[in-house]
């Protein structure tokens, strides 16, 4: 069930032995990965050629604060320009949400990358990871720019996931760093955070996230751990029936479960199908702490795959791509 990170540029032995773990379904790429578009696209390469069955490269590329890849791609602007759009020109964001999906995913796939964990529908209301990496803070406009979103990753071959469920935006605290306490009732929650993630749900949305925030008033443990959670109200509530995912367990907020098998074991008994272990240094344990059975099934893994990728050459020699780009990136400069 996890999705690992890599130590640099190329695959070293340590990557490499730990790729062919048959319970590793994916790794994910970071900054410390990325040189150029002909290196990400040779290491790509090198992973396929260890594991060619069912297996995701994955990547967030949200532009604004967080693009991981940015020499020879678009530099997106963040998801709070689209907001902003929205606030003069309702039908121009919606437009612009699309065009920044297909453009971000389009690029992507042609470098071999099957998934960026995008859109972020978590509310624009003060959260220090958040930020500009919300749309906005009322909830029907981030529903709106979010299921546009979806539409435009569709069109390029790209599945979605949605972050970071029930609803990261409106506590303060960076779970990078910090716990997180969000003391509001379900109810409160169904009005507002949880309004995009409904909607986006009902538009055939592939892959939800968990946040590392606890909600005391709907269970002890923080929601990636939560059969409360993950079960009752995302699957039995919503009816979500894609594949939950375990934001990263080298996070501070991850923690409070106890040590990284504890959290492998916590998402496991939860619920989620694939959960994040970012940092190299994590990876051993692990996978000490998981075995083949705790596998996402390849038949999951194919579905996240996307289809297939369009040539790199053909990206670039795309009129469309050259007209998204400058139309968004006039919405204000990127990060």
């Known amino acids: 069930m996890l999705i690992i990170g890599l130590s640099g540029t190329t695959l070293d032995a340590a990557d490499r032995a730990r790729l062919v773990a048959p319970q590793v379904s994916g790794a994910i790429l970071f900054s410390r990965n990325f040189e150029s578009y002909t290196q990400v ?3 790509i390469d090198a992973v396929r050629e260890l594991r060619p069955d069912p297996f995701i490269v994955c990547v967030d590329q949200e532009g604004g604060p967080v693009q991981r890849f940015r020499d020879g791609f678009t530099r997106l ?7 902003e759009l929205h606030a003069r020109d309702p039908l121009a964001a919606v437009a612009c949400a699309e065009e920044h999906a297909w453009l971000m995913a389009s690029e992507l796939r042609a470098v071999g990358v099957d998934m960026s964990f995008a859109p972020v529908v978590d509310l624009a209301r003060g959260n220090r990871a958040i930020g500009e990496r919300a749309f906005a803070a009322d909830p029907q406009v981030v529903a709106e720019l979010a299921q546009a979103y979806l539409r435009g990753m569709r069109l390029a071959g790209m599945a979605a996931t949605l972050k970071h469920f029930p609803g990261h935006g409106s506590v303060a605290e960076d779970t990078h760093f910090d716990t997180a306490i969000d003391p509001r009732p379900l109810q409160s ?3 507002a955070d949880l309004i995009p993630f409904a909607e986006c749900i009902d538009s055939g949305a592939e892959a939800v996230m968990m946040a590392h925030v606890t909600y005391p008033a709907i269970d002890a443990r923080p ?3 939560s059969r409360v959670w993950i079960e009752d109200i995302l699957r039995g509530e919503l009816g979500f029936g894609g594949v939950v995912i375990g934001d990263d367990i080298g996070m501070a907020a991850a923690e409070s479960i106890g040590g990284i098998a504890e959290r492998v074991a916590a998402h496991l008994e939860a619920g989620c199908d694939l959960l994040l272990a ?3 240094a994590i990876v051993d344990e692990a996978l000490a702490a998981s075995s083949a059975a705790t596998r996402c099934s390849p038949e999951r893994i194919a579905r996240l795959q996307g289809e297939a990728a369009p040539a790199w050459s ?6 469309q791509r050259d007209e998204f780009a400058a139309r968004l ?3 204000g400069e990127p990060v």
């Open 223 to 225: 929601a990636g751990y």
């Open 189 to 191: 929650l169904r009005e």
């Open 41 to 43: 696209a040779a290491l």
């Open 77 to 83: 602007p963040a998801l709070a320009r689209l907001g």
């Open 314 to 319: 053909a990206l670039a020699s795309n009129p």
């Open 329 to 331: 990136q006039a919405l």
């Open 278 to 280: 970012c940092n190299p």
